[in-house]
């Protein structure tokens, strides 16, 4: 029977709930890096295996990370962020563009430009033991002394019970939040529980894209959807650019002669939409909902390609 490193088939531990700002002694506090959840198989003298939120292998978008096994002493897997950094900040968009390259040449260019970072904030596994049942405490005393910090992989700090100043601090620096986790948590494969609570700058909601509509000054409206039960509820819209990848994708997307919802208002230009097949998933940040429903100053941060269109439901 093959060991948990051999089979490889590891499905992330999922945040529960978000919630305000809190202190708890309860508690430790880690920055919420904005980029793509990775699961990393390290040995050393062997090349990494990375391993998305959907088990997809990583390593040829981030070349970069070739090298990490060297900061290793024992076979290992860790599971942590995979990022891109603009201006001393996380920038989600570049490795979403990454993650979507498939020519080498663009991709080994990229690399170079806009390296990526793995930032470890767990090990499930360490010298052919597995340690997910272990508390959260004694993992991250056993993940400091599983890697040495370099610059494509190094270990994410934390804060002992003082949740606020961290997340002050995350405002401060525009940062996504930061992650709440209980300190005698054990690990829990593919589960969402409150043991790990987020507290995010702004809101952010995954939503079904049905479809678009084009305006002037080369942007268009995206028409945005939730499902409740079986039913895909209509959600507003939120704006963005035509001249992007994830554009470039939605437009070529399989189109239907109707809209994929029950109802929808009349106005806001739903008659001039082109309605899409409901499959692709996008990322929504916003200051907070209304009263009606709607989002106060939805942004579009990118399409996600690591979560189904079921999985996007009201909350």
């Not at 980029?35 to 198989?41: F, L």
């Not at 939805?298 to 399409?303: A, D, E, N, S």
């Amino acid at each position: 029977m093959m060991d948990l490193f051999d089979s490889k088939n590891i499905k992330p531990m999922l945040i529960g709930k978000e919630v305000a700002p809190f202190d708890d002694p309860n508690y430790i506090y880690e920055l919420k890096w904005d980029g793509e959840r990775c699961v990393a198989y390290l040995e050393p003298g062997k090349p990494p295996e990375l391993r998305n939120k959907r088990n997809v292998r990583m390593l040829g978008k981030v070349p970069e990370l070739e090298q990490i096994c060297r900061q290793v002493k024992k076979r290992c897997i860790l599971d942590g962020e995979l990022f891109i950094l603009k201006d001393g900040r996380p920038d989600f968009s570049l490795i979403q563009r990454r993650s979507l390259m498939s020519d080498r040449f663009k991709i080994d260019l990229d690399s170079k430009h806009n390296p990526a970072t793995f930032s470890a904030f767990d090990v499930l596994y360490y010298d052919c033991q597995e340690t997910m049942l272990l508390p959260l405490m004694e993992r991250k005393a056993l993940l400091a002394k599983s890697i040495t910090d370099g610059p494509r992989m190094a270990i994410s700090r934390y804060v002992d019970g003082q949740g606020t100043p961290l997340f002050d601090f995350a405002v401060e620096r525009e940062l996504e939040g930061i992650v709440a986790k209980v300190k005698d948590s054990i690990y829990i494969q593919g589960k969402r529980t409150a043991d790990w609570i987020k507290m995010k700058v702004m809101m952010e909601e995954d939503y079904v894209v049905c479809g678009y509509i084009l305006k002037s000054n080369h942007m268009t409206s995206i028409v945005l959807g939730q499902y409740r039960g079986n039913n895909l509820i209509y959600k507003g819209h939120v704006t963005m650019g035509v001249s992007g990848q994830a554009f470039d994708i939605i437009s070529r997307h399989s189109t239907l002669t109707t809209a994929p919802f029950i109802a929808y208002p009349a106005g806001h230009g739903n008659d001039r939409a082109i309605w899409l097949s409901p499959e692709l998933v996008c990322i929504v940040k916003f200051m907070h909902h209304t009263k009606s429903g709607g989002m106060r100053q939805p942004v579009f941060k990118g399409l996600r390609f690591d979560k189904t269109a079921a999985e996007c439901v009201e909350k």
